[in-house]
């Protein structure tokens, strides 16, 4: 495709996906993300107790090698999680192998897997195809949409974001900074990162940034996205979020550029949504917006409780206004309320006020606007400053069929 | 019935129920528990703090009385909670006109509501079949199901659990001590009752016990009943456990009584259990024993995030032996863990090994173990002396029909 999606792929970078033979789907599984020479990288990883093995390799390689990477190799299929020693020789093994293939460190290489956990990763069906998977590498956007596709396990479309900028330089002209994002994700998907992912979430930029201002920019960018997401509650043990700043592009990022921050918060936050409007099962995507909690800490807990009630979340699924369910998740959340301050709207409608039914609720009205695909939900607590914007689903009987359809 | 079971149930009680109209199955929905004369009691209510009206009343009353109540009336079919200043104008209203009938104080009434919340209770409905209600009491084992079923919302079956004591007396002759207790829950079921309850749960008994000294018994039991199950997670603002001792039955309970203590938390435990077998929807419950964790609070934060993980619930519903889930639940519990010291077992079968697969596991031995409706999961950290046992269940599709049913 020679067509302007090709300028939106960041330089710098190649990208590749094969079918290694892990997914039972028989699609393509295994994928690479190669920068031409090492990237500056910064990560954010799950804040799970259990950690998968490539994920405790990948933080020792970013010590190794102070935050450069040449490739990020990942696999669909088998989380390589609860596997003992056997999972950590598995990813170094990848490691290795692709190491050999592109002349760099091991460390310089970054692995990451999605899918079951506790089954033993067959490494030497990814080591098999790394030639020829190597070989397919390509810069387009063609190129790029195959990885999309590839990590994907029960997700039901690829999911990517794009930014383009023009930074101003001290000579005159502008120059160009693509950034450019993909992500998998659809259930086990509350993501926590630290300083915070089965949520894989690579973003690529050819700007020149030092890694550890890439990694400030990425830090607020994940707490306003990522950390800002649940579809089931389910904090993963693989979650994983890769920021690349290739330099190929010319530009030179430095500190407290507020355009390269917005661009990437845009970019996490976009990803961020189409992971919950994919979410496992899901017919409703439900925008919190939590208002005069005492402290942004509060807000949160109010979000989360409110995202992770099975009652509120089968309420959505059948478009029922009954908004007692979310006093009461309101009531447990640990944050500091009054019972007889809060308001409810959905959307422009006022659904309780003072803690009790708005006089001017209309129940049909209210079934009506929640029976839209997406919808808001504004809870005011008039305790103090504090507020968050939260993004949730509902729960449906297709989530269950997905989870709990077993055959042995 | 002039049968055995006439000889279960406490002296010193009557008990009655009748319709109101508050169910829309047009079902008994108000029930009363009244004692002969005003009853030693003990109470826990709701951790929420969204506390519905009746609780409020309650905790005055029993301030008030010096924990003394005459009566207990309770509804189904209306939480009255988030219902304002009306709500509590409610409550208090049906307290006075049931004061007056039985020519008690308004104080030493103890009125309960469960049901829907954020909507008026038709408090005149209540009132105007109390006198009738009040005719209709009787002791017998039969007027003491129609209270068990009365106060019935999406709970399928009546759960009620009896006790009988012989209790030595330094004269020489052995004292009866009964006990017999009743509730509703199925779901919002996830107590946390302050010192600890839509789990409603009465219980009677005709020994004679001092307030503080019912009190004393009553926290440690709950604490290993009804704080040890969910179904949802959903903690509601209507949990109410209520002990009453009418002290007819001659014999006397001090401090310490093991045998006493014992009765009483077997009582609760099955009661707890029976919720948690009729919990909205569900076709397995699992018995979780976490050992070897650092403490005992650790062991219950491991136990809560495996019985509120969507993922591992619904794998229990497929009988899928997805132990993985588990992995990833315990890590994100928030539990110190060492991911390499887990061991998890499913009945007998090792199913998990130092935080990998058993060298010996069988899949279709562990689907066949948790294909039943009943199994036990037990989880060794290897931290410490920290353990629990919770009762907890799966997530259906029937659990979203149940909950996501609407029709304007």
Redesign the interface.
């Known amino acids: 495709m020679a067509d302007a999606s090709q300028f939106l792929i960041p330089r710098g970078f190649r990208f590749g996906a094969i079918k290694a033979g892990l997914k039972k789907s028989g699609r393509p599984d295994f994928a690479l993300i190669v920068a031409d020479a090492p990237a500056a990288a910064a990560a954010a990883f799950t804040?799970?107790?259990?950690?998968a093995a490539p994920l405790i390799l990948d933080k020792q390689h970013l010590r190794a090698t102070g935050s450069r990477v040449r490739l990020a190799a990942i696999n669909a299929g088998n989380?390589n999680?609860?596997?003992?020693e056997?999972?950590l020789a598995a990813a170094r093994a990848t490691c290795a192998a692709a190491a050999q293939l592109f002349h760099c460190l091991p460390e310089e290489v970054f692995p990451s897997s999605t899918g079951?956990?506790?089954?033993?990763l067959p490494v030497e069906k990814l080591i098999a195809v790394l030639p020829a998977l190597a070989e397919s590498l390509g810069s387009g956007f063609d190129n790029f949409q195959q990885v999309a596709q590839a990590i994907l396990t029960t997700d039901t479309v690829e999911k990517t974001s794009f930014a383009r900028l023009e930074i101003p330089t001290p000579a005159g002209p502008t120059q160009e900074v693509r950034i450019a994002a993909l992500c998998k994700g659809s259930?086990?998907i509350h993501p926590?990162l630290v300083p915070h992912a089965t949520m894989l979430v690579y973003i690529l930029t050819d700007a020149a940034v030092e890694p550890p201002i890439l990694d400030a920019y990425l830090r607020p960018s994940i707490d306003l996205s990522f950390n800002r997401i649940s579809v089931?509650?389910?904090?993963?043990?693989n979650d994983t979020v890769l920021l690349l700043a290739s330099g190929a592009g010319g530009a030179t990022i430095g500190p407290n550029n507020a355009a390269f921050a917005d661009a990437l918060t845009q970019v996490c936050t976009s990803l961020a949504r189409q992971m919950v409007a994919d979410g496992e099962g899901i017919t409703h995507v439900v925008e919190l917006r939590i208002e005069g909690a005492a402290n942004d800490a509060d807000a949160l807990r109010i979000a989360k409780a409110i995202a992770?009630?099975?009652?509120v979340k089968?309420?959505w699924?059948?478009?029922?206004p009954?908004?007692?369910?979310l006093?009461?998740?309101?009531?447990?959340s640990g944050?500091l309320?009054d019972?007889?301050r809060?308001d409810i709207d959905f959307g422009v409608l006022p659904i309780?006020r003072?803690?009790?039914?708005a006089p001017s609720f209309d129940?049909?009205a209210a079934?009506a606007y929640i029976a839209q695909p997406q919808f808001s939900i504004s809870i005011h607590l008039h305790q103090g400053p504090g507020s968050c914007t939260f993004w949730t689903t509902d729960?449906?009987?297709q989530?269950?069929?997905?989870?709990?359809?077993?055959s042995?």
């Open positions: 804040a799970n107790r259990v950690i989380a999680c609860a596997a003992g056997a999972g079951v956990i506790g089954v033993p259930g086990m926590q089931d509650g389910d904090t993963s043990t992770h009630s099975p009652l089968t309420a699924a059948g478009a029922d009954n908004w007692g369910r006093i009461a998740a309101i009531g447990y944050a309320i019972p007889n809060i309780c003072d803690g009790a039914r129940e049909s079934h729960l449906t009987v989530y269950i069929h997905i989870n709990a359809d077993y042995t």
